[in-house]
């Protein structure tokens, strides 16, 4: 093999490894190659040639870590589709946003403070399910305060259930564990959020401590959650700024 | 460490009572806020409903946690959840004999949760006018982090504090003086509370470490930054003085252990060993800081040589609570989309696999083609014939009806008939039609004005499973007179009997 083709062939093996790593300690073999990637310049190239042409994008580089990828554009292969993991809560619009609220959830009552974002704070949490769906109905309390002092009119029209707001669809929905007659409920918030957080591990950006009650973020989550956290805050700019131009 | 408040002005010496506040206080507050941390998380205990925390003490058991945790932190890795679970676990098992292992272990698991999350506590700080500010200080004694994938449980280095019943001490004087005491101590022979200073001394080593460790972030953030000067960190070279000053004197020490023991008593020796296994473990741990901190000088320096580590700008983060989840609950379900999209970004990549089992039913529920503006294209039919060819052809049926014909009052076998045939398909067709002959309608036949009717009848011994076939018989169906009444009877009664029967005689095998 030439030179350049070997470096093709580590590259795209490192991202290989990469797209398959789990929270845990790297293998020797990959984190060599991370090494190789951090210290070799064609290497380093040819590697964010091929996760650019592949349709993804690195999200963090660190010798401890790895590469942490994800897709980028909506097209692309590599690219996580809710529906396909919950084809019964992506069937309504209310539904899809009372998911997307509880995945964004679960990202912030991990990292509640910005300082909790930076790449310096190596501290981790642990929470139990009860922990998210609190913080949703504390902050969706204090939303429904505000907005009833301000006289907003909350219910939407029964034709346009797309004028509802987040947080009434989430206090409209029960956090109950079990419904009036004793069945687990399907659609609780409680449910969501730990099918969520289920999800979240199955990527390896949680630890399951306990299975549906007790996880623990990890250093990948972290660099997500800044991923997040700073698109939301980006589309909410971006919206004040649709708004204003007229 | 964050000890001193960067804002903090020189004060003036407390001259006069109520002059001004004391900044000494307002710092030793603040160092205060981590002891009463136990206290409220006694607090907690005693509050709670479960009824399983009731018979243990917390504020023990949250000492025994931290020095878990403590004595077994290194640079790199320290105790895991689940060691240090069993440890405070085994501490409550001898608070309360009675209860059991399952017990033991939820309240060590409360515990360490209680320990792990942060509260914010008010102190009050000193102005840059000598007034009050009041200041907010989150604490938290443990927390958990991940180092190169292995999850360990750290304590802060105002915990350690705590443990030493220290209030705000500088690390570098505190370890001198505990060396002090303990050189004092020994030179006098009192090796029980040389000891004591011996276990002061350690925890001061490892309050260090944790500092040094922080350093060592700190110099590794300030080479992203670009500020690295071409030295190290005046503080890692402090620290670098300091370790050396350390081992030094810990040999020194060790020395003086030594030249003790020949004028100890027989009661020391309970004591001296234990000692200097602290002394050694100081020395270790030392030795190993002072081995990091010149490789992290090298590697730092190589690493900003090759220009691997891009300068960060340090961003200011959205609060994720307060802006970014607030900002979310307030839209309107009409934004899901939006959302859910910006989820999956966050969610990572994930090779595609090949048809998992939603995937599968994308690829069925594929819409179909909207018609085109002219209708489609005709596609030109062929046409197959949509049943089997006759089997048999007219001269065969006229030959097989013929031989029917043949038949007169004489019964006639039908096998005898069939070999009468011209071929196979000729016998097949004959006994089809022979068949027609099984019980007819006499009744009604003869209403038809017909007066002549074949008849087929089983033969004589026919059990259905040998099948000899049929006879076949013409029969004459007179006017009704008695006799041929009688006549009629007797047909009709072998009709019957022929109809009575379930099996169907094999036509074929009899044809031949």
Sequence with gaps: MSAVAETSADAGLLVRMSLNARSGPLSEEHAALVGRYLAEPPLRAATDATIDGLGLRLVHASQQGGLLLTSAGLDSPFRMRLADFFPRQTTGVQRRM??????????????????????????????????????????????????????????PPIDEPDLARAWTVWRQTSNSKKGADGREREVGTRQVVVRCLDLLAEQGLLRTIVKGETYASTRRMQAMARELVGSLAWTQVADVAEEQTP | MSQVPSTAVPVSLPSALGGALDEAVGRRSRALLYAARIGHIEEARQRSQDERLRPYRAPELCLHAIDAVAVRMDLESGATWEQARAEVAAQAARQHPAGSDDDHRHVAEWLLRQLTDEQDAQWLDVGADGSAVHRTHRVFLLYETEQSGLHHLRARDQAINVLVDALDLDIDSAQHAAEARLEHLIKRGRHDDAYLAARDSRMQSIRFMEQVRDDLREAERDLRSEHWSSTVSPRLSAALDHIVDRIRVEERLKQLIDSATDRAEEDDFRWIPRTIELLDECLDRHQSLQQVIAEARDTFLLEQQRQHLQPRTRRAYAHPVNDVLTDVLARQCG????????????????????????????????????????????????????????????????????????????PVALATLAARAEDPAAAHALALLALAHRSPELGTLHGQGIRSALLAVPADGDDALTSPGLLLQRVELTEPDADAEADARDAERLADADAARTGEPDLVEAAA
């Design chain 1, 98 to 155: 009372l998911l997307a609220c509880a995945m964004v959830a679960s990202f912030v009552a991990f990292f509640p403070r910005p300082e909790d974002l930076e790449d310096t704070n190596e501290r981790l949490r642990r929470r139990d399910v009860d922990d998210v769906d609190r913080l949703v109905r504390d902050v969706s309390a204090r939303l429904d305060a505000e907005a009833r002092a301000a006289g907003e009119e909350l219910d």
């Design chain 2, 335 to 410: 934004a899901a989309d939006a959302l859910v999209e910006l989820v999956e970004l966050a969610l990572g990549a994930r090779a595609p696999r090949l048809l998992s089992e939603w995937a599968g039913i994308d690829l069925l529920a594929v819409e179909p083609h909207a018609p085109a503006e002219h209708g489609r294209e005709v596609a030109a039919v062929e046409l197959t014939p949509d049943r089997e060819p006759l089997l048999f052809t007219s001269s065969q049926v006229a030959a097989a009806g013929a031989l029917l014909e043949q038949v007169g009052s004489e």
